[in-house]
């Protein structure tokens, strides 16, 4: 029988370890043996007292990443424990992550992959060195480190430049059109991810630049043989076909797997227009024809408001659909084919919402889940399962204050601030602007707090703006009140809700790619 280490959180209850241990039995029909620790030291001390088989660690464990130099020390010390380490998703293609798979540290889980299943598949299964390259994509890494002479073409323009080579009648013709928007740099990236079969059309088609630009590749990739058979008398070099291939398309040109989801949360003080903004984000997803989930966790279910007011249709089994969803029926208010709110409306049942449950019920049949909450949803759903938080704040400098004190208390509870990113809304021309709402945020307020570490917060450099039309807030009061009614956001405001959310879950489509594509046409006339 295995005998595990966990060491995920510092919550006593072992509620998570339970979860994973009824999930492995269901999953493998067999058990182990657990124990649980709550902090670094405690992890050395227990692996000295008892022999373990495996380590499932949480990289922010106390709050800040785990130094690689703690995981080589103890690889070196306990060289048969089998570590499972849980990492943030921002080091999905970073040097951390390849840091850990020299130390052979192959089970590694990206937060957003973390769920009971994948975690017992790994308990179950260990990951052998090919496998684990694969998954953290180390191929990937290792090229876009090693080239600094490359530049990255955006993800827009690399899907439609890919797709008119694909389609060319004079392939020669299309690239060198091509050649003349981009420098060597961005031709260097564009040469790494060409498909085989269009750099086998160029290949043919005798373009000198391909030829030259193909010879230049080669000695800045490694990932090359020399074919020295006795019968080939050139000993020509042949590239392998890489790895990074699939990953990059991933990133850069949004052709994201079948299983790709994402669990995000939207947070922000009383009146910032965080509900409507979650509305909107799912409305959007749901015409890229996206499964979104929406939770409506907050104290006052604002969404389930402004969705069922005078609608008789709805039963109140679908008003109470949190509750229903705990108990095993999915039975959710459809706002349209892709869009599903869960909510609650009575009160007065006496049920303990089981949030980890319902994440991993929901999980399978969206592909993104949008979590709907305010300052008095509890911390812990923060930590897992939630791969990011957008935090929403306006211009006004006391909700900025509020904001910020709520930030605190979450990294204190244990929360990355990288995980979190800032959304400001209701923007308008005014002398306040949004850097300076993000600046009292990150830095101490004048005046209000002391010029000292912890007042310094480190959430996500990038944000989002939302402007504010008083059109659409017409619209939008009235859409409260009267059935049938519904906002349509300005041109403006549906390229800034585009940008963010394809930030969180790219569809490919971004409203702010017009003049590429203008651009593009005048090259390629056939661009529809």
């Known amino acids: 029988?295995?005998?595990?280490?966990?060491?995920?959180?510092?919550?006593?209850?072992?509620?998570?370890?339970?979860?994973?241990?009824?999930?492995?039995?269901?999953?493998?029909?067999?058990?182990?043996?657990?124990?649980?620790?709550?902090y670094l030291s405690g992890i050395w001390k227990k692996l000295e007292e008892d022999n373990f088989d495996i380590l499932i660690l949480k990289e922010d464990l106390e709050g800040d990443s785990i130094k690689t130099q703690y995981l080589d020390n103890m690889t070196d010390q306990f060289p048969n424990l089998r570590?499972?380490?849980?990492?943030?998703?921002?080091?999905?293609?970073?040097?951390?992550?390849?840091?850990?798979?020299?130390?052979?540290?192959?089970?590694?889980?990206?937060?957003?992959d973390l769920t009971l299943s994948n975690l017992s598949e790994l308990i179950e299964e260990p990951r052998n060195k090919i496998n684990a390259k694969i998954y953290l994509d180390i191929d990937s890494i290792e090229t876009t480190k090693q080239d600094d002479s490359m530049d990255i073409i955006p993800d827009i323009q690399l899907d439609q430049i890919i797709r008119n080579l694909k389609d060319a009648e004079d392939i020669s013709e299309i690239f060198n059109k091509v050649k003349a928007e981009y420098d060597d740099k961005k031709m260097l990236f564009l040469m790494s991810i060409l498909p085989e079969s269009i750099k086998e059309k160029l290949s043919k088609s005798g373009n000198e630049y391909y030829e030259t630009l193909h010879k230049r590749w080669l000695l800045v990739d490694n990932n090359f043989t020399i074919n020295d058979k006795p019968d080939n008398k050139d000993k020509k070099k042949t590239v392998r076909e890489v790895k990074t291939k699939t990953k990059i398309e991933k990133e850069y040109i949004q052709r994201l797997p079948s299983d790709y989801n994402k669990v995000i949360a939207v947070t922000g003080s009383r009146q910032v227009g965080t509900t409507t903004i979650v509305d909107l984000m799912a409305k959007h997803f749901a015409s890229q024809d996206k499964r979104v989930s929406v939770l409506d966790?907050?104290?006052?279910?604002?969404?389930?408001?402004?969705?069922?007011?005078?609608?008789?249709?709805?039963?109140?089994?679908?008003?109470?659909?949190?509750?229903?969803?705990?108990?095993?029926?999915?039975?959710?208010i459809l706002i349209n084919e892709k869009y599903k709110l869960y909510t609650r409306e009575n009160k007065d049942v006496d049920f303990k919402f089981d949030f980890f449950n319902t994440i991993e019920q929901l999980r399978y049949n969206s592909d993104i889940i949008i979590i709907d909450m305010d300052f008095n949803t509890p911390n812990e759903w923060l930590k897992y399962n939630v791969s990011s938080l957008y935090m929403v704040t306006d211009l006004n400098i006391f909700n900025?204050?509020?904001?910020?004190?709520?930030?605190?208390?979450?990294?204190?509870?244990?929360i990355n601030p990288k995980k979190i990113t800032m959304i400001i809304n209701k923007v308008v021309k005014a002398k306040i602007k949004p850097d300076d709402i993000i600046a009292s945020i990150k830095q101490p307020l004048p005046y209000l707090e002391a010029d000292i570490e912890s007042n310094i917060i480190d959430i996500n450099k990038e944000y989002f703006t939302l402007d504010f039309e008083s059109e659409i807030y017409s619209e939008l009061l009235s859409s409260y009140m009267y059935v049938g009614e519904d906002t349509n956001i300005t041109e403006n405001m549906e390229v800034q809700l585009s940008d963010l959310c394809n930030k969180i879950y790219p569809t490919g489509i971004n409203k702010t790619n017009n003049n590429f594509k203008k651009k593009l046409k005048k090259l390629v006339p056939f661009i529809k």
Not at 91 to 106: A, C, G, T
Not at 304 to 321: A, F, R, V
Not at 400 to 414: D, H, N, Q, R, V
């Open 297 to 332: 966790l907050t104290s006052k279910e604002t969404l389930l408001y402004m969705k069922t007011w005078g609608n008789e249709d709805i039963k109140p089994s679908q008003k109470n659909s949190l509750i229903y969803l705990n108990q095993g029926e999915n039975n959710p």
């Open 1 to 38: 029988m295995k005998k595990i280490l966990f060491a995920l959180n510092q919550n006593y209850d072992n509620q998570i370890e339970e979860k994973v241990k009824e999930k492995y039995i269901e999953l493998t029909g067999n058990t182990f043996e657990y124990k649980s620790e709550y």
């Open 83 to 112: 570590i499972i380490f849980i990492a943030n998703d921002e080091h999905e293609r970073d040097e951390y992550i390849r840091k850990l798979f020299n130390l052979v540290i192959y089970d590694i889980l990206f937060k957003e």
């Open 400 to 414: 900025a204050i509020e904001t910020k004190k709520y930030i605190k208390a979450l990294i204190k509870s244990g």
